[in-house]
């Protein structure tokens, strides 16, 4: 959702102090803070962030796009519904990516939720006692538990999303 914000003009909450494991490389994409190809130490391990959310159960087998968002972040308002789309576009297998909305704290009014209540993506919350900074949105794709990659301040399109999967793939 790039339309030339700084990142001043999201929400920051911070990182939790138990950070994704270090990567080999990483190397930013563009302006944005986009952190693309991130290669996975030769030990795949699981990304330690799936125990502070609430649905990390339901997150760790198969492909999973999570977004991290605050109730009150435009950026986050406009994406939900694309990744809404996304979402069912993508349904219709046991194998399916599945579309994950993560709230981070501090929690917003539910009946302000940028999330609609009839939404077929799963929904959480990130345990409100790990302090995270992070710019919103924010987003992770795993395979197995294991981060892909992240997009640090913009949510990526369904395109950039499957060439980092096909790239984990190959």
Not at 11 to 35: F, G, I, K, R
Not at 38 to 56: F, H, M, R, T
Not at 74 to 92: T, V
């Amino acid at each position: 959702m790039d339309n030339g914000k700084t990142n001043s003009e999201h929400s920051t909450v911070e990182e939790p102090n138990l950070p994704v494991e270090e990567p080999n490389s990483v190397s930013p994409a563009d302006d944005n803070q986009a952190v693309e190809n991130i290669e996975q130490p030769s030990a795949v391990k699981e990304w330690p962030w799936l125990k502070y959310i609430d649905i990390g159960e339901s997150l760790r087998p198969g492909i999973a796009v999570v977004l991290f968002y605050h109730e009150d972040c435009p950026d986050c308002a406009e994406a939900i519904p694309l990744y809404e789309q996304m979402n069912s576009e993508l349904a219709g297998s046991e194998d399916a990516i599945r579309i994950a909305f993560v709230e981070i704290p501090p929690f917003g009014d539910p009946e302000d939720s940028p999330i609609p209540p009839d939404s077929n993506c799963l929904a959480g919350k990130l345990h409100p006692e790990e302090p995270v900074f992070v710019t919103t949105p924010f987003v992770v794709v795993t395979v197995d538990g294991s981060v892909v990659n992240i997009w640090d301040g913009r949510a990526p399109d369904l395109d950039e999303i499957l060439e980092a999967v096909l790239a984990d793939d190959g």
